[in-house]
């Protein structure tokens, strides 16, 4: 069985989340939020980074933290369902724009507009800094434009079958989206991809999750949106 510490509204934690799904593997949640790790959490790591996974299978109990190092795991040990695609060249175009998307979102959009939309909902902070709104959502139109123009050529990021990338990118995108943050109207084709992606089976965990005191923008779960 697996355990799986994270945080709704985190999109490391919904990318483990994914891909766990999409694999079809079993999966108990427990809310660790960022701010406040629950005591379980503190005494796998000193200084956890995003999501941790407790897996008791069949190479014993294994502890991984972060998105790659879980996700590289559960790809070694869970075959069936892949999320890296088969030729060599694929997957390391999908692991190259699996660590593009994180790394922009985390390093210019999450930590402006996400965070700021956290801690009005949650934590109940003062006014939002709307220049680091601003700043946000510049970063996020430069994100989206290259997104859009790679489900221009493709019906997936990295081709014709679902890789990581979609999921990373999913994650992060679901987290701005809940807020109604994302500008769709102005990416019609990753529009277009991103219904397709959470209309999966392996979203609907995520487009039930809500945040006490913050509902979602009226087309978070709408899969024709």
């Not at 985190?10 to 079809?24: F, G, I, M, N, W």
């Not at 941790?52 to 869970?78: M, P, S, W």
């Not at 593009?100 to 934590?123: K, T």
């Not at 019906?155 to 992060?172: P, Q, W």
């Amino acid at each position: 069985m697996r355990k799986l510490y994270h945080w709704p509204l985190d999109p490391a934690s919904r990318l483990v989340r994914l891909v766990l799904a999409e694999k079809q593997l079993e999966f108990e949640l427990v809310v660790s939020p960022p701010w406040k790790p629950v005591d379980e959490v503190t005494r796998l790591y000193s200084n956890p980074v995003g999501p941790i996974l407790v897996d008791q299978g069949k190479h014993g109990r294994i502890v991984a933290n972060h998105t790659h190092a879980i996700i590289e795991f559960l790809e070694e040990t869970y075959p069936d369902v892949r999320v890296l695609p088969a030729l060599a060249g694929d997957r390391a175009e999908a692991r190259r724009l699996w660590r593009w998307v994180e790394n922009r979102f985390e390093s210019e959009i999450n930590g402006s507009i996400l965070a700021e939309r956290i801690a009005q909902a949650v934590q109940r902070a003062s006014a939002p800094d709307s220049a680091l709104l601003r700043r946000g959502a510049h970063a996020l139109r430069g994100v989206l434009t290259y997104l859009n123009a790679l489900c221009e050529e493709h019906s997936y990021l990295t081709g014709r079958v679902l890789s990581v990338a979609d999921l990373a990118a999913a994650a992060n995108l679901s987290a701005l989206d809940y807020f109604g943050d994302v500008p769709w109207d102005n990416v019609p084709d990753l529009r277009e991809w991103y219904s397709r992606v959470k209309s999966r089976p392996c979203f609907r965990g995520l487009l039930k999750d809500r945040l006490s005191g913050a509902k979602p923008a009226s087309h978070y779960d709408d899969l024709d949106f």
